[in-house]
């Protein structure tokens, strides 16, 4: 999940962070942390960004102009650092924010955009603690429970199933390690520990038995069916 503006101000990076104005805004999430410099800034986001700066676009006539553009360009806040060129918030970007609700914030000090960017980023990129890795169990335990596993499997598999045990094994494992690596042959026989030539002499046999192999959906359909052939105790 996406941390919220008012949880990336909590971060050590942003200390000393004042909020100005879109207070009401602040639990929008953000998508991205960018420093940006330019007036036409606007054109460049897609949706969700909080942008820093040292004020250069505030400087002159176009102030209250520039956070309109920010705020209708997608922009969820800006952060300023008003040491340098830029001391004070212009009333018009004051009040432009305020007009459209828009999250403005201030540095008072000196603060590294580098570290700012970095706690941000590593705060968006982190995947929430309750993930679960991928699974199919879902799709597979509906198929079960609605009676329809075993058709799935034989129209998938049915011309390697009906193989003895030991090609049978040999074929599905095969099948397996290839749509686990986009049929990278390579990868494939180091899994399966055995030669290129190998898998490349299974891989014809399985296109002879099974068809396209290629296709996107027919290889999720064989992810699947294999999935429902080993059991419910893997």
């Not at 700066?53 to 922009?75: K, M, N, Q």
């Not at 993930?131 to 034989?154: H, I, K, M």
């Not at 996107?216 to 069916?225: D, M, N, T």
Request: charged residues 20%; proline residues 7%; aromatic residues 4%.
């Amino acid at each position: 999940m996406l941390p919220t503006l008012a949880e990336l101000l909590t971060l050590p990076a942003f200390a000393g962070a004042e909020v100005r104005s879109g207070h009401a805004r602040l639990g929008q999430p953000i998508t991205w942390v960018h420093v940006s410099e330019i007036s036409d800034a606007a054109r460049f986001l897609s949706g969700g960004e909080l942008l820093l700066s040292t004020g250069t676009p505030l400087v002159g006539e176009g102030a209250g102009v520039y956070i309109r553009s920010l705020a209708g360009g997608g922009a969820h806040g800006l952060a300023l650092e008003l040491v340098r060129e830029v001391r004070e918030l212009p009333p018009a970007a004051l009040n432009a924010a305020h007009e459209s609700e828009f999250p403005l914030i201030v540095f008072r000090q000196e603060v590294s955009f580098a570290e700012v960017t970095r706690a941000a980023h590593a705060r968006i990129l982190r995947p929430p603690a309750a993930v679960r890795p991928p699974s199919l169990s879902a799709v597979t335990d509906a198929l079960n429970e609605t009676g329809r596993a075993a058709d799935f499997v034989a129209s998938h598999l049915g011309a390697v199933l009906s193989l003895p045990p030991r090609p049978r094994l040999t074929l599905l494992d095969t099948l397996a390690a290839l749509l686990a690596c986009n049929f990278n042959v390579a990868e494939s026989a180091r899994s399966l520990g055995v030669r290129r030539q190998t898998v490349y002499y299974r891989l014809e046999q399985l296109r002879a038995m099974l068809g396209d192999l290629d296709d996107p959906k027919r290889q999720l359909g064989l992810l699947l069916a294999l999935e429902l052939s080993r059991g419910p105790e893997n």
